[in-house]
């Protein structure tokens, strides 16, 4: 029966976020209606109280924002001063006026669409909540190389059939002591051909120029000149 309910109350997506008010007397309270306990999520129970309320088993803490702050309002913009995480001319579109009371609490958790049938909760302890909506989780204009990419690499390389392997290995030419002993030589192989690379987001570019430009990729012209702007780190 736990893991039947868990099901019906995971509401786990990565492309939305669920944003509640509220009206908590205090910061402290918040975080204790919102703290997780996952040995009760485990079990097939709801992992907090705010779980317990509104029928969610669990959420993921690292894209939970909540704040309460010093004053009442009924004001969007005033509620969401400091949590605009997504925005709110989205939840404007929906409460285009101002919202049906004044609330001093705001709960907004990522990768997470509430699609419940609970709507609001007076909480005898922590307060009266209320859930707002679900919107889009905004996604970044700014892609960065970082090690998080790695895993979407190698994924991809599997999708599309090659065997990965990885072995430690010296890099020609180097003299450089700490990089010989950590070094990690990555290797794709599929149909009878093999490539390396020293990392997974490289060994990836590799494939792909290969894909894109066939076999013979390094003798096809492509331009050697290129305009590149310069501009400042950001």
């Known amino acids: 029966m736990g893991k039947t309910a868990l099901a019906e109350n995971d509401f786990k997506n990565n492309l939305y976020l669920s944003v509640f008010v509220g009206v908590c007397s205090s910061?402290?309270?918040?975080?204790?209606y919102l703290e997780q306990h996952w040995e009760r999520s485990e079990s097939g129970l709801n992992s907090s109280y705010f779980g317990s309320d509104f029928n969610i088993n669990e959420y993921d803490d690292e894209y939970l924002v909540s704040i309460v702050n010093a004053q009442m309002s009924d004001n969007i913009d005033e509620i969401f001063a400091n949590s605009q995480v997504f925005d709110l001319k989205l939840l404007k579109a929906d409460y285009p006026n101002y919202l049906d009371k004044q609330y001093n609490a705001v709960i907004i958790i990522g990768r997470l669409k509430y699609e419940g049938t609970v709507q609001e909760i007076h909480n005898n302890k922590f307060g009266y909540f209320k859930f707002l909506g679900t919107y889009p989780e905004p996604l970044p204009n700014k892609i960065n190389d970082t090690s998080d990419m790695d895993k979407y690499a190698?994924?991809?390389?599997?999708?599309?059939?090659?065997?990965?392997s990885v072995s430690?290995?010296?890099?020609?030419?180097?003299?450089?002591?700490f990089y010989l002993k950590n070094h990690f030589k990555w290797k794709a192989k599929k149909d009878g051909k093999t490539f390396s690379a020293i990392d997974p987001l490289r060994l990836l570019g590799i494939v792909t120029i290969?894909?894109?430009?066939?076999?013979a990729?390094?003798?096809?012209d492509v331009p050697g000149i290129f305009s590149i702007t310069f501009g400042n780190e950001d």
């Open 217 to 220: 990729w390094d003798r096809i």
């Open 210 to 215: 290969v894909k894109e430009y066939g076999d």
């Open 154 to 164: 190698v994924n991809k390389l599997i999708d599309w059939g090659y065997r990965i």
């Open 168 to 177: 430690n290995g010296n890099r020609v030419g180097c003299k450089d002591d």
């Open 27 to 32: 910061e402290a309270l918040l975080n204790e």
